[in-house]
Each structure stands twice: as structure tokens, then as C-alpha cells.
């Protein structure tokens, strides 16, 4: 299901022995717009201490009473290394946490979330197809990590990036206004911006996936395609939910806007744009 990331605020959190709190914002992988960590707001619970929780301990979202459940009990999320608010997530303090839960580690495209694994897959720790526990293989994961492993897990925040200007090829227009999850595998698929900068404006979604979405430390959204392909695009009602038909809409359009460069496009796109060419 594609959802709005602003209306997962405020969601209950419902561990396997009651509530933990509530989902104050999101931690994704600028890189591979990958959801990392949910950060929740405990209350007065754990005396105001920030608890991250990691994909592979989510399960079902019931969005009807607005609560996420997740596969952990309060006593072991209330055991979890610690990290402080103002704190950046760093490698060292992520594996501490994999190693914690015994989950085998994301990065290097092995684990939880990373790669081609589906985020919730194992929710306790055993062996793979190899025969390795999750700690043996994490055992082995480090010795071959590389240093871009070992190094900033570049992580940033939906609050942080929500307000950023986007810069198309020939220009600035609108601003990111939000972002849709797909909270099936926890990635995050398009980019909602405002091009109200721009009279009349409207609201659109860019696929990162298809234009190269970057972010940079200037609080910009650079884009690779032009102002007017974004003001063209599809408008985007963000009062309903998004239909596969819009998607397809959606897929339609930005497979015709022909200066993506192909490397940018997902394996999704890339199969529409040869059927186009093949049938001309």
C-alpha cells in the first residue's frame, strides 16, 4: 500500500505486549531510498529516551485504528542500545543494534532492508540457506566490509528534507511537500512537491527511481529533468490514495519524458521504454 509518510505521524506503535509509543518521523537511505528506522516517540515511557525500530520488526499496519505492530516486546526495545535525540545514527551504533537483535546486517546488500530482501522477512533469529546463524554471517559480514560500509550510513530525515527547494535542470520549482512509502518493503517511491512556487501551482509525484532524485546539503532537491516536464506531470490529489491506475498514468508520462538517462530508470521503466521502441 502507497501511503503518505505524513499520515503515518502520530501512529501508534503496538509491540507484542502494548503500545511503545507513537511514530514521530522517518530515517531512509538517501542512496537507495530505503526506510532504515522509524523514530518513535515514547512519552514519558522511557523517560523521553529516542527509540529507533528497524523494518525487520514491523509487521501488520492497521489503518483503521492507526497502530503498526511490532514484533518485539517492550522489554527488549526498552534493552536496545540507546542513542540521543540529537545524535546522527552511525555505523558502529547500528551494528551494535543488528547485533542486538540479532538480525544479520543490512548493509553490503545482505541483510534486512538492504539488497533485495523484503523488510520484515525474519522477525527472529536463525540460520540462512548456508547454514549460518544471523551472527556468524554478521561475524563474517565484517571482515569484508568495505570502508564506504564501515562508514556514514547516509541517513536522512522525512522532517529534515520535507521543505527542501527542487532544482530541475533549468531551474528551481515548488518545493518537496512529502513522501509515499510503500509499506509493503518500506521504500520510499515517490517524492510529493508543491510547485506552487509557481503561479498557478499544483502537487506532483517524481519517482526517484526513474529522474535521479540528490540531495543536497543546501536544503535542494536536484532532479534530472526540466521544469516543465515536472509542471506537466500528472497532478497529484493528495487528499485520495493513489491508485495503481495513477501509477500507471504516472508511468506513462515519465516514460516519455526521453532525456532520463537510462541508467536512472528502474527495471520496471526500462522494460515500458524497449516495448516502446521495439514497436515502432
Same mark, same amino acid.
Given at each position: 500500500?502507497?501511503?503518505?509518510?505524513?499520515?503515518?505521524?502520530?501512529?501508534?506503535?503496538?509491540?507484542?505486549?502494548?503500545?511503545?509509543?507513537?511514530?514521530?518521523?522517518?530515517?531512509?537511505?538517501?542512496? !537507495?531510498?530505503?526506510?532504515?528506522?522509524?523514530?518513535?516517540?515514547?512519552?514519558?515511557?522511557?523517560?523521553?529516551?529516542?527509540?529507533?525500530?528497524?523494518?525487520?520488526?514491523?509487521?501488520?499496519?492497521?489503518?483503521?485504528?492507526?497502530?503498526?505492530?511490532?514484533?518485539?516486546?517492550?522489554?527488549?526495545?526498552?534493552?536496545?542500545?540507546?542513542?540521543?535525540?540529537?545524535?546522527?545514527?552511525?555505523?558502529?551504533?547500528?551494528?551494535?543494534?543488528?547485533?542486538?537483535?540479532?538480525?544479520?546486517?543490512?548493509?553490503?546488500? +545482505?541483510?534486512?532492508?538492504?539488497?533485495?530482501?523484503?523488510?520484515?522477512?525474519?522477525?527472529?533469529?536463525?540460520?540462512?540457506?548456508?547454514? +549460518?546463524?544471523?551472527?556468524?554471517?554478521?561475524?563474517?559480514?565484517?571482515?569484508?566490509?568495505?570502508?564506504?560500509?564501515?562508514?556514514?550510513?547516509?541517513?536522512?530525515?522525512?522532517?529534515?528534507?520535507?521543505?527542501?527547494?527542487?532544482?530541475? !535542470?533549468?531551474?528551481?520549482?515548488?518545493?518537496?511537500?512529502?513522501?509515499?512509502?510503500?509499506?509493503?518493503?518500506?521504500?520510499?517511491?515517490?517524492?510529493?512537491?508543491?510547485?506552487?512556487?509557481?503561479?498557478?501551482?499544483?502537487?506532483?509525484?517524481?519517482?526517484?527511481?526513474?529522474?535521479?532524485?540528490?540531495?543536497?546539503?543546501?536544503?535542494?532537491?536536484?532532479?534530472?529533468?526540466?521544469?516543465?516536464?515536472?509542471?506537466?506531470?500528472?497532478?497529484?490529489?493528495?487528499?485520495?490514495?493513489?491508485?495503481?491506475?495513477?501509477?500507471?498514468?504516472?508511468?506513462?508520462?515519465?516514460?516519455?519524458?526521453?532525456?532520463?538517462?537510462?541508467? +536512472?530508470?528502474?527495471?520496471? +521503466?526500462?522494460?515500458?521504454?524497449?516495448?516502446?521502441?521495439?514497436?515502432?
Amino acid at each position: 500500500m502507497l501511503i503518505q509518510v505524513k499520515d503515518l505521524h502520530g501512529n501508534a506503535l503496538r509491540a507484542l505486549d502494548g503500545e511503545i509509543g507513537k511514530i514521530d518521523e522517518i530515517l531512509f537511505d538517501e542512496e !537507495q531510498w530505503t526506510v532504515r528506522y522509524l523514530i518513535v516517540d515514547t512519552g514519558g515511557w522511557l523517560d523521553g529516551r529516542k527509540v529507533l525500530i528497524a523494518p525487520a520488526a514491523l509487521g501488520v499496519l492497521d489503518w483503521d485504528l492507526r497502530v503498526l505492530n511490532v514484533n518485539l516486546t517492550r522489554d527488549q526495545i526498552e534493552k536496545s542500545p540507546g542513542i540521543e535525540t540529537n545524535e546522527p545514527v552511525s555505523r558502529q551504533w547500528e551494528t551494535e543494534y543488528y547485533d542486538y537483535y540479532a538480525w544479520p546486517f543490512y548493509w553490503g546488500g +545482505m541483510g534486512l532492508t538492504g539488497g533485495t530482501g523484503v523488510p520484515g522477512a525474519v522477525m527472529v533469529a536463525k540460520e540462512n540457506e548456508a547454514g +549460518m546463524s544471523p551472527q556468524a554471517e554478521n561475524e563474517r559480514a565484517r571482515g569484508h566490509e568495505s570502508a564506504r560500509d564501515r562508514g556514514d550510513p547516509h541517513l536522512r530525515s522525512t522532517k529534515e528534507v520535507s521543505g527542501y527547494k527542487i532544482a530541475a !535542470q533549468d531551474g528551481h520549482i515548488g518545493h518537496v511537500e512529502d513522501f509515499i512509502v510503500d509499506d509493503t518493503v518500506w521504500k520510499l517511491r515517490f517524492l510529493a512537491v508543491d510547485t506552487r512556487d509557481w503561479w498557478p501551482g499544483k502537487k506532483v509525484l517524481l519517482p526517484h527511481d526513474w529522474i535521479g532524485l540528490t540531495i543536497w546539503v543546501d536544503h535542494t532537491v536536484t532532479v534530472d529533468i526540466t521544469c516543465d516536464q515536472v509542471r506537466n506531470a500528472p497532478e497529484w490529489d493528495s487528499g485520495k490514495p493513489i491508485s495503481p491506475q495513477f501509477e500507471e498514468e504516472l508511468l506513462a508520462y515519465y516514460t516519455r519524458q526521453r532525456r532520463a538517462p537510462s541508467e +536512472m530508470l528502474s527495471g520496471r +521503466m526500462t522494460s515500458a521504454v524497449e516495448v516502446e521502441t521495439s514497436s515502432r
